[in-house]
């Protein structure tokens, strides 16, 4: 939802950067990993409680995501396993994140959020496998209110600012639950209207 509003408005900004790294002879693919490699960088930040860092590290992972499909199609290496690569590297980056986070509280011995944020990782797998596994079966799947945008956004206002961190969990944790139910009634109607017609 965020990034389809959010990235128009973004785009220009974003085709700058995108000219420079292509200038510099930086793959998409690269540009990838990069972030996947920073992502695990902040979630070793989450693991020993330094959330500022780790929310600055975040932010850099951040801008990878949001450059390597730009500069894929500015240099004309945008390809199927391009996308396969990204949205893969995600789950990765996703699981270093609140696996960090989540290694925090059980140090702590603070398992209220430490089941948060597992609910929140189990809640994100199943939105990302829900979209996957509905698009072989209807057109599009991209519903829902806490895509991936949202829950990083969740997650580094509430590192930035620890005293709100556990309403963003608890957010997160409500939030990717709703949008994994959203996609899965989402298909089933899509399904049964197609099933209708087709009668």
């Known amino acids: ?45 989450y693991s020993g409680g330094l959330f500022f860092l780790g929310t600055l590290l975040l932010i850099g992972s951040c801008l990878g995501d949001l450059l390597d499909g730009p500069l894929a199609r500015l240099t004309g290496k945008a390809s199927r396993f391009g996308a396969f690569l990204d949205s893969t590297v995600d ?17 702590e011995e603070r398992w209220g959020s430490f089941f948060m944020v597992w609910g929140i990782l189990l809640g994100a797998f199943v939105t990302s496998y829900a979209k996957a596994r509905g698009e072989n079966l209807i057109p599009s799947v991209s519903v829902g209110v806490f895509e991936r945008p949202e829950r990083l956004i969740g997650l580094g206002l509430g590192t930035l600012l620890p005293p709100l961190l556990p309403l963003c969990l608890g957010i997160l944790l409500i939030g990717t639950q709703v949008t ?7 298909v089933r109607k899509s399904l049964a209207e197609t099933q209708s017609s087709s009668n």
Request: proline share 4%; hydrophobic share 55%; no cysteine.
């Open 91 to 107: 789950r990765y980056a996703d699981f270093f994140l609140f696996g960090g986070l989540a290694y925090f509280f059980a140090f």
């Open 180 to 186: 994994a139910l959203q996609r899965i009634f989402f």
């Open 1 to 45: 939802m965020l990034r389809k509003h959010l990235y128009p408005k973004i785009e220009p900004t974003l085709n700058k950067a995108v000219g420079f790294l292509a200038q510099k002879k930086i793959t998409p693919n690269q540009l990838t990993l990069a972030g996947l490699g920073i992502s695990l960088l902040a979630g070793w930040a």
